[in-house]
């Protein structure tokens, strides 16, 4: 059974992943020197008078490696649960690294309960997003899982 310190650090961990990915995607900053950035300047550190929870690292390191090299599978299941009329590239950039860090995790975590992974994501959307687009990350995550996971 996770610790709550444990798992306020992986919560942290996600949003950071969510954050990094954004970055990389907007800068194309080389995952290595992502990596250190947030190792050294981001992960529990005290920004504009914001401090941020310690984040585990090996678990973000994971998340963020893994969708950076799994991401052409990940967008195809993504892709596979949008409606017909929508495709990945309308989604807003944050949007689209909440699904593909919660996709990686249903695909690649499975040490993590599916519930776990997608009230995680859930939570990490209504950091950027209201209730609609929080629910539609639910029930997308929630359709992978069907995919995914049996």
Known sequence: MPTPTRSRSRSAARL???????????????????LHEFHHHRLGATIEDVE????????????VS???ARSDELDRLIEGRLAKDWSLARLDKPMR????????????RIDVPTGSV???????AKA????????FVN?????IAKDVRR
Do not use: N, W
């Open 16 to 34: 950071a992943a969510v954050q990094a990915l954004y970055q990389q995607e907007m800068e194309k900053t080389p995952l290595p020197m992502l």
């Open 139 to 143: 029930g997308l995550l929630d359709g």
């Open 118 to 124: 997608i009230s995680e994501y859930v939570d990490v």
């Open 66 to 68: 893994g969708v950076h």
């Open 97 to 108: 690294q909440i699904l593909r860090a919660g996709a990686y995790e249903l695909v690649a």
């Open 52 to 63: 941020y929870e310690d984040a585990e690292v090996d678990f973000f390191d994971d998340v």
């Open 128 to 135: 950027f997003y209201d209730k609609k687009e929080a629910a």
